[in-house]
């Protein structure tokens, strides 16, 4: 195993004690080996061996009572495990923060009568607050991880959805258990991988010093970001960009917004001139994986990473977060605005009178880089995909993101559709709403959603059309809005769901029922032979095209159209732009789907292709020029 779970146990435990463990109790087992000896190794830990797994459960409580921080408490595999039940359920109980480390026999060895093994998963159910099992670790897995995984344990036994409590790692362990430790992992200067900041109503002062005096900042905006306008009022003092999701209503025609981030930010170039000194994370991630991996490679870099979401989730797949805050986003960006004050940082003031004196400078500052990236990627957008002629799944979502009012409401179905109006969706003049089923990102439900959603909007409107009446008397000159008015009273405007072929017949049963039919919604349904999203990914590139066609390419062999019209939904099949954007604009009531036959998911990988390649040749050709410069 070449060291590699000597490593994994190491920084884990080097990063406990970074953060201010002092305390662990150990119990004598063979296959806790690997991290017992990286406890033993680390002087700064004061290690409390125990015979009886029991006894040492409560006497870590005891522990921990006193010092006020975590303790760590390892056993070894089988019933060793289950002897620190009643200390978890006492620390759980009682508030009192345990890392809880179960050692278990590696996968292999599980159901088949190996010695000493036994169901420890979620053993102690809901007496912990974070529960996690790592696997085995083996010489070619990511290491950054492991010390998120370490500071992740720490903080929420500190600082768990229910306050201080147990968590519990159940870690295996396989021969050989005895080994040397390679290098660890980088650690971050002065800090644990992850901190916690308990917002109490007013932004921890270390996320308005990174706001009020860094200069390079970027903004990241996702679903549940608050107050679009604040953030933008923010981002304009601060000189900062905002890259702005779909849903994070933030998508508007502001000199601070960048919305064509994904393609953006596949240009190398663009990523080396345009580094940041620190990322605002606000609400949600973004679906896309380059802006993933984009923040994943700055931890190369140091570059500290604010997460901002106003529930205690712990949205950070890429692990790479430096701070968490619960502070409601829209009250950080007012107290930043404060603190900033009229005229925003020193160095963009300082900046913008040495250009008044410097009429031949074109290097543009730092908003200035993204702003020309952003608007070289639209102009390649609007030139490859402009309104009208041929069909394609990109053209639609961009077209539609742009054409609805700020009244309707947009549902995106997951796999492609979601994924285009991130990539694809333009600025706008005003908000507006933008819903998708991203919890696990699937397509089930997908219809029952946009029902449910169409309905609530009808019963809002209905009931404010009662109270209108009861207040004045009467309705006359007044009607329910259709879907096709641009705006209105409460709940007005259309309810609009753009979905695949296979998402919208994985849930032809929420047409099923009483009113389904007689909501007032329009379904967009890309008629594209389902599974289009494989072929944009690694599997569409690299396996052979018949191996890939039986098992990702998923054509349906049901027809849209005839399936619609079977539970009698109205339905119209369109076949280019023009004749979408005329069937879209029509007036209609009730359940509508339009079907739109678009390029096979090979034609569609290839126009993502050019697409981004054009924004990347045209941004590295700016860059050439010194249009785009550091």
Sequence with gaps: MNGTQASFAGTLVDEWARLGVRHAVVCPGSRSTPLALALARDDRIHLHLKLDERSAGFFAIGLAKEVNSPVIVLVTSGTAAAELHPAVLEAHHGRTPLIVCTADRPPRLH???????????????????????????????????????????????????????PVHLNIAFDDPLLEEPEELPTSRRGMGWHRRLTAAGHTPEVLLELLATVRKGVIVAGADSGDPLAMHEFARLAGWPVLADPRSRARLSLPTTVAAADAILRSKRFTEIARPEVVFRIGDPWASKVIAEWLEQLLVFDVPQVVVHSSRRWPDPMRSASFFSDIEPSTMFQEAIVRLGADGHRDNKELARRDEHDN?????????????????????????????????????????????????????????????????????????????????????????????????????????????????????????????????????????????????????????????????????????????????????????????????????????????????????????????????????EGLRVIYVEVPSPVENAAIHEELNFKVVEAIEEASNKGVIDA
Excluded: C
């Design 111 to 165: 159901h088949v009568g190996a010695p000493q093994t036994a169901e420890q998963s979620r053993l102690y159910g809901d007496a912990v607050s974070f529960f996690f099992e790592p696997g085995l670790q083996l010489a070619s897995t990511s290491r950054h991880w492991w010390r998120s995984l370490a500071s992740r344990a720490y903080l929420e036994s500190m600082h768990g959805a229910l306050g201080r409590g």
């Design 360 to 588: 031949d400078s074109t290097t543009p500052d730092w908003l200035g880089l993204w702003q020309v990236a952003e608007q070289t990627a639209q102009q390649v957008f609007e030139e490859m995909l402009e309104e009208g002629g041929d069909v394609n799944e990109p053209k639609v979502a961009r077209w539609l993101f742009a054409n609805l009012t700020s009244s309707d409401l947009l549902f995106l179905s997951s796999s492609m559709p979601v994924r285009d109006v991130e990539y694809f969706g333009p600025p706008r003049s005003d908000p507006l709403v933008v819903e998708s089923n991203r919890g696990v990102n699937g397509i089930d439900g997908v219809i029952s959603t946009i029902l449910g959603l169409a309905t609530a909007r009808q019963l809002d409107q209905a009931r404010y059309s009662k109270g209108l009446e009861e207040s004045t008397g009467s309705t006359e000159g007044r009607r329910r809005i259709p879907i096709h008015d641009e705006g209105g009273g409460s709940g007005g405007g259309r309810v609009v769901g753009l979905v695949g072929d296979l998402a919208f017949l994985h849930d032809v049963s929420g047409l099923v029922g009483p009113g389904a039919v007689g909501v007032d919604a329009t379904i967009i349904v890309f008629g594209n032979g389902g599974g289009g999203i494989f072929s944009l990914l690694p599997q569409g590139k690299l396996l052979e095209k018949e191996v890939f066609d039986k098992l990702f390419l998923t054509p349906p062999e049901a027809d849209v159209v005839s399936v619609a019209r079977g539970f009698k939904v109205d339905v119209e099949a369109v076949s280019d732009m023009d004749e979408l954007m005329k069937t879209f604009h029509e007036p209609s």
